[in-house]
Each structure stands twice: as structure tokens, then as C-alpha cells.
């Protein structure tokens, strides 16, 4: 489920929008939805976090939630190169996955990511998560 569709739209948000896809700025979380056949590498995860450091400042964490309702490739490594840039705004990650092998590749992300990552099987899943998280 798309957040848009989701009931989750009506809390105060921010989208911001790429060629590459969208991001939903909450209070307490972020939910990106890339679009469908996008290779999302380091450079695109960039572009956003500077997006996401002007919308929030320098001192914030947050927790971000990747809606993956279309098929996009990533580089698992992306994580841990996020993290080596010193962009440590995250508490944990929550990837919400639609199908079998969307799971099995998010267990290698799991694997190879320094940041606590949960796979959800649905949108509401994760945030309430991500509420969670949030709130310890």
C-alpha cells in the first residue's frame, strides 16, 4: 500500500519528490517509495539526506521506513557507505516488503547493515515500529 493511500497521510507531513521517488517526512519517520526500475545507489540516497538535513536540521534521529511497493535494485552495501559518510541520523530502519524475493534480499541488507533493520510485511507495520522505536 502506497502511503497516500494509506491513513497515515492525514498526519502532518512533508513530501518531497524525485525523478528517482518519493519521501514522506513525519514527525518521528520517513517513508520513501522509490519508483519502479530505479537502481537507487549512494549518490541518490545523498541527494535526499540533504533534502532530509534541511527539513529537520543537523541534531536529529529518526527512523526510516522504505514502502517497497515497486522492484528497484540497490547496492546492500549502501548502508554501511551511509553510515561511513558520517550521515548517523538514523535509529533504525524499517523495510516493508511485498513479496518473497524483496524478503530474501532484505535479510542480505540485514546482514550487511551497521543499523538495526526490521523487514514488516505491511505499511502499518513498520509504523507503528518506527512510533515505537521513536518513543524508547
Partial sequence: MKIEESEYI??????????FGDFYFFEKFIVGEIKEGI???LIKVIQVNDKIYNHYGQDFKITYIANRINSYSTDPQTWSKLQERDDN???AAALVIYNDIGFKVAAVE???SKTYLKRC???DEAINWALQVNSE
Fill in 10 to 19: 492525514k498526519l502532518k507531513h512533508c513530501k518531497k519528490s524525485f525523478y
Fill in 39 to 41: 537502481h537507487f545507489d
Fill in 89 to 91: 541520523f538514523l535509529i
Fill in 110 to 112: 540485514k546482514q550487511i
Fill in 121 to 123: 510485511n505491511h505499511l
